[in-house]
């Protein structure tokens, strides 16, 4: 049960990650991050928070796939 449990986080982590919008060229993403460190960007407090979250999935899925890493050495004993 625990095996399938991680494997739905997973496949969710992923879902996730994909929705992303990346900006298109190099000067959109210059000016995305100088108004990022400016807190100038449309939206701040919503984009940070969207971040922040994004940031812990990031960690939960690294998490995810150390434990997994480990049920499967155990499995293979």
Same mark, same amino acid.
């Given at each position: 049960?625990?095996? @399938?449990? @991680?494997? /739905?986080?997973?496949?969710?982590?992923?879902? *996730?990650? #994909?929705? &992303?919008?990346?900006?298109?060229?190099?000067? &959109? =993403? /210059?000016?995305?991050?100088?108004?990022? #460190?400016?807190?100038?960007?449309?939206?701040?407090?919503?984009?940070?928070? /969207? &971040?922040?979250?994004?940031? #812990? *999935?990031?960690?939960?899925?690294?998490? /995810?796939? =150390?434990?997994?890493? &480990?049920?499967?050495?155990?499995?293979?004993?």
């Amino acid at each position: 049960m625990k095996t @399938l449990n @991680l494997f /739905v986080m997973i496949v969710l982590v992923l879902l *996730v990650s #994909a929705c &992303e919008q990346k900006p298109t060229s190099t000067t &959109e =993403k /210059v000016m995305d991050k100088v108004n990022d #460190a400016l807190d100038r960007r449309q939206d701040e407090k919503v984009r940070d928070a /969207v &971040e922040d979250v994004s940031d #812990a *999935v990031e960690d939960a899925s690294n998490k /995810v796939q =150390k434990n997994l890493q &480990e049920i499967t050495k155990d499995l293979k004993k």
